[in-house]
Protein backbone atom coordinates (compact mmCIF):
# COMPACT_ATOMS: atom_id res chain seq x y z
CA UNK A 1 0.00 0.00 0.00
CA UNK A 2 2.53 2.08 0.31
CA UNK A 3 4.11 2.48 -2.63
CA UNK A 4 0.49 3.16 -4.10
CA UNK A 5 0.55 6.23 -1.39
CA UNK A 6 3.92 7.67 -2.44
CA UNK A 7 2.41 7.38 -6.20
CA UNK A 8 -0.29 9.69 -5.43
CA UNK A 9 2.25 11.71 -3.84
CA UNK A 10 4.33 11.68 -6.86
CA UNK A 11 1.85 12.82 -8.81
CA UNK A 12 0.55 15.39 -7.39
CA UNK A 13 3.93 16.80 -7.11
CA UNK A 14 4.22 16.26 -11.09
CA UNK A 15 0.74 18.85 -11.62
CA UNK A 16 1.86 21.18 -8.94
CA UNK A 17 5.82 22.20 -9.21
CA UNK A 18 5.87 22.72 -12.97
CA UNK A 19 2.32 25.53 -12.39
CA UNK A 20 4.10 26.79 -9.85
CA UNK A 21 7.29 27.40 -11.67
CA UNK A 22 5.08 28.99 -14.46
CA UNK A 23 3.05 30.88 -11.52
CA UNK A 24 6.45 32.57 -10.05
CA UNK A 25 7.17 33.49 -13.69
CA UNK A 26 3.82 34.28 -15.35
CA UNK A 27 2.56 35.97 -11.56
CA UNK A 28 4.68 38.50 -11.69
CA UNK A 29 3.66 42.23 -12.88
CA UNK A 30 7.41 43.75 -14.85
CA UNK A 31 5.51 47.05 -14.73
CA UNK A 32 2.28 48.77 -14.39
CA UNK A 33 0.05 48.13 -17.52
CA UNK A 34 -1.16 51.56 -18.06
CA UNK A 35 2.20 53.27 -17.01
CA UNK A 36 0.05 55.65 -14.65
CA UNK A 37 1.08 55.79 -10.33
CA UNK A 38 -2.35 53.73 -10.00
CA UNK A 39 -1.23 51.02 -11.46
CA UNK A 40 2.34 51.03 -10.54
CA UNK A 41 0.91 51.46 -7.07
CA UNK A 42 -1.56 48.42 -7.20
CA UNK A 43 1.79 46.50 -9.08
CA UNK A 44 3.45 47.16 -6.24
CA UNK A 45 0.91 46.39 -3.79
CA UNK A 46 0.52 42.79 -5.46
CA UNK A 47 4.09 42.09 -5.66
CA UNK A 48 4.61 42.83 -2.05
CA UNK A 49 1.59 41.20 -0.67
CA UNK A 50 1.12 38.18 -3.39
CA UNK A 51 4.47 36.91 -4.81
CA UNK A 52 6.94 37.93 -2.30
CA UNK A 53 5.48 38.22 1.07
CA UNK A 54 6.53 35.39 3.65
CA UNK A 55 3.15 34.71 4.62
CA UNK A 56 1.55 35.14 1.15
CA UNK A 57 -0.30 33.28 -1.23
CA UNK A 58 2.66 32.14 -3.28
CA UNK A 59 4.39 31.39 -0.34
CA UNK A 60 1.66 29.43 0.98
CA UNK A 61 1.59 27.34 -2.30
CA UNK A 62 5.62 26.81 -1.62
CA UNK A 63 5.22 25.48 2.09
CA UNK A 64 2.47 23.06 0.56
CA UNK A 65 4.75 21.53 -2.29
CA UNK A 66 7.71 21.52 0.55
CA UNK A 67 5.05 19.39 2.93
CA UNK A 68 4.34 17.00 -0.03
CA UNK A 69 7.55 16.47 -0.70
CA UNK A 70 8.31 15.61 2.78
CA UNK A 71 5.45 13.38 2.87
CA UNK A 72 7.12 11.50 -0.53
CA UNK A 73 10.24 10.94 1.24
CA UNK A 74 8.93 9.80 4.69
CA UNK A 75 6.93 7.43 2.95
CA UNK A 76 10.00 6.23 0.97
CA UNK A 77 11.93 5.79 4.25
CA UNK A 78 8.90 3.83 5.98
CA UNK A 79 8.81 2.04 2.68
CA UNK A 80 12.58 0.52 2.63
CA UNK A 81 12.58 0.13 6.58
CA UNK A 82 9.28 -1.91 5.72
CA UNK A 83 11.00 -3.78 3.11
CA UNK A 84 14.37 -4.39 5.28
CA UNK A 85 12.08 -5.32 8.19
CA UNK A 86 10.43 -8.10 5.66
CA UNK A 87 13.70 -9.32 4.12
CA UNK A 88 15.32 -9.91 7.70
CA UNK A 89 12.49 -11.04 8.63
CA UNK A 90 12.07 -13.73 5.96
CA UNK A 91 15.74 -14.78 6.41
CA UNK A 92 15.17 -15.46 9.88
CA UNK A 93 12.13 -17.30 9.70
CA UNK A 94 13.80 -19.00 6.96
CA UNK A 95 16.94 -20.51 8.91
CA UNK A 96 14.61 -21.70 11.66
Not at 33 to 45: E, F, I, M, N, Q
Not at 60 to 85: F, G
Amino acid sequence: MLPAVRAAFDEALAELTPQLVRLGIDGLIPQPWLGDPVSATVATYYQANVMDAPEGPYAALRAYEAELLKVRDNLQVLEDHYRRTEGENAALWGRL
